[in-house]
């Protein structure tokens, strides 16, 4: 074989291996149908930020409304890591989408018809966030289902770019709908977008869970967390999530306050910022795709998570609409990075019988402990300014991963 002819042959290889896990036709139906949903889950994220702090003019009302849509998630995940484990996974999914779907439809009529209130945005921020604690970990368990074990950091990674691929295209319809229709329009679009997930859920075939003993719900609880806290590394990535979760991940809430207090741009300004995490994201989910495998996950993940806290402290720097685009998208690619390779390492090694509550217990870190997250970056941005918001989160983060890689020296075997 030639050299010249070798070329083509090993990039065919190359991209058969980024997409591997697309040889599965019900992760094919599922990829497809979440995309489309994610679109409209981001059109609405980016309207209903909007919508509050036009209603309010309070940075602290729209770190407030996330927070009460992330308190359920908070007390009802690990539980719903529990069921996950005892139900048939496909077939919850779909029932909890189809609520999901009357939340954004009501949100949709209450707008477009001047009825809606901010006490109407939290009571279904909080209907929505219910619905997610049981979604969540049901959804993430349900991937490991769909494809071979060889396959899961392959379909966890094209998942993640496809969240993030929506990322880009959910906000940059958001805007134009909202510049046409006004902001009803995008949740009109996200009921009407939960349609492709409830489809791809009907045409996919899985088998029925497995029967066994099952113990108290609380005995099953426990069992999630001695498996996560008696091992090394899921104990120092529960540190690492947390850390994140409550500092970190925030930044993404006081996006649309950053864009008028900071930058002094409107929603287009701000679809725009939400789009460069989205392009961050996108791409280094299809790197982890494409090349993960030739790297240590959990060198990786160290790094990209330090990377990531440096990046939101020159975020609090800058002034610069550009400049603020490419640190946006620096932000998102760290961030997807990270969490791939923590939802990885977290379901490769969990036994089948425990993954629902370990990521149950994953899902409880990353979206549970959103409200304090949230609550901290609304009140710091309320009293201080947006700046110190996002850049003593940036702080923090870094704080946290110096003492997890210091522990995981400390403990290497």
């Excluded at 209130?117 to 921020?125: K, S």
């Excluded at 940059?172 to 995008?186: D, F």
Aim: net charge positive; with cysteine.
């Amino acid at each position: 074989m030639t050299a010249a002819s070798a070329l083509p042959r090993a990039a065919a290889l190359r991209l058969r291996s980024t997409f591997a896990a697309l040889r599965h036709r019900n992760f094919r139906l599922f990829l497809i149908g979440q995309f489309v949903s994610l679109c409209g889950t981001l059109m609405q994220q980016v309207a209903l930020g909007w919508l509050v702090l036009e209603i309010t003019n309070s940075p602290f009302a729209v770190g407030l409304v996330t927070t009460l849509g992330s308190l359920p998630i908070l007390l009802l995940t690990l539980y719903g890591g529990v069921l996950a484990d005892r139900v048939d996974k496909r077939r919850f999914v779909l029932l909890l989408q189809c609520l999901m779907l009357t939340e954004a439809l009501a949100l949709a009529v209450l707008t477009a018809f001047h009825r809606i209130t901010v006490h109407w945005i939290m009571g279904l921020a909080v209907f929505a966030g219910t619905l997610s604690a049981f979604e969540v970990p049901t959804r993430q368990a349900l991937v490991a289902d769909l494809v071979e074990r060889e396959d899961l950091m392959n379909a966890l990674a094209l998942s993640s770019m496809g969240f993030n691929v929506a990322r880009v295209i959910g906000p940059a319809i958001a805007g134009a709908l909202i510049a046409l229709w006004g902001l009803a329009a995008c949740f009109f679009g996200n009921a009407l977008s939960y349609l492709a997930v409830v489809a791809s859920l009907v045409l996919m075939r899985t088998a029925p869970p497995a029967s066994g003993s099952r113990p108290n719900a609380l005995a099953a609880m426990k069992e999630g967390f001695r498996y996560v806290m008696d091992n090394r590394w899921p104990r120092a990535l529960v540190v690492l999530i947390a850390g994140f979760a409550i500092f970190g991940f925030p930044f993404i809430i006081m996006a649309p306050v950053f864009a008028r207090d900071v930058l002094r741009v409107g929603a287009s300004g701000y679809a725009a910022l939400v789009s460069a995490i989205g392009v961050g994201a996108a791409v280094g989910a299809l790197a982890l795709a494409g090349f993960g495998k030739r790297y240590r996950k959990e060198r990786l993940l160290i790094a990209a998570s330090a990377l990531f806290g440096v990046t939101l402290a020159s975020i609090a720097l800058v002034s610069s609409f550009s400049t603020s685009l490419a640190l946006f998208t620096l932000a998102g690619w760290t961030m997807a990075t990270n969490g791939i390779l923590g939802n990885t390492l977290l379901q490769i090694q969990a036994p089948d019988h425990l993954r629902g509550r370990v990521m149950g217990v994953y899902s409880f870190l990353v979206l549970g402990l959103a409200p304090f997250g949230s609550f901290q970056a609304g009140l710091v941005a309320e009293h201080l300014g947006v700046r110190y918001s996002i850049g003593l989160g940036g702080a923090a983060c870094c704080l946290t991963v110096a003492g997890v890689a210091w522990y995981l020296g400390r403990t290497r075997p």
